[in-house]
């Protein structure tokens, strides 16, 4: 676990730590969470050269359905504004489930079918959910293992991302806990004093569904990078 000093730095930490590892295995295939902590990483990523980033493979991690992948507030419009365009990867080398599809379980089936095919996930990039979610993995009783349709909490959905959006949503479609436990890397990133108290019962270190955050532990490679307001002052 890195502390960083703010989130400029955790920035600049995220976009090496990545950079590293594209550069050791360029075909890589990163899972990519969206929202506001891994932003200012992929800025940072998108002012260097593309070149190292020609043959990387990106795989969104979760999706809100209900909003086209084209409008503000999607996890489409956001990785195609903040990684695809700058790193400019192209769709052959996009894995994404449409949150909008008429059939919600036939697209995690096909998810979850890509991801066998162009799996295993590289580097894993998380942020941690207010309530302890990871991408749209909710506390819960149990964590399902592959892509799946989610009944989302009133904690994610007062996510900022689709404030504003318009659209009614009660749904997301997710990677699975084990999809994301079968990583090879899984990098956690942690900003900001809102997230201390989510980040304190994370530090805990206890294995529960009802802090899904809490099965990183059991991952084999796992970094976290906060910065020091999101550390929780006891
Ligand atoms: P954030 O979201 O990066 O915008 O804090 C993380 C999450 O809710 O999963």
Known sequence: ???????????????????????????????????????????????????????????????????????????????????????????????????????LQAECARMSEALRAEGPIGLCVLGLGMNGHLGFNEPGDRMVPHWHVVELTDSSLAHPMIQGSGASITLGVTTGMQDILDSRQALLLVSGGHKSEAMKRFLTKRVTPQFPASYLWEHPNLTVICDRDAVPSD
């Open 1 to 103: 676990m890195i502390v960083a000093d703010d989130y400029t730095h955790l920035s600049q930490l995220a976009a090496d730590h990545i950079g590293r590892l594209v550069k050791e295995d360029p075909q890589m295939l990163l899972c990519a969470a969206t929202g506001g902590t891994p932003t200012g990483a992929y800025e940072r990523l998108a002012e260097g050269s593309t070149e190292l980033f020609a043959q990387m493979r990106i795989l969104k991690l979760d999706e809100w359905c209900g909003i086209p992948g084209t409008q503000d507030g999607s996890c489409d419009h956001y990785l195609s504004r903040h990684l695809l365009e700058p790193l400019k990867v192209t769709p052959d080398r996009y894995f994404r489930a449409d949150g909008d599809a008429k059939d």
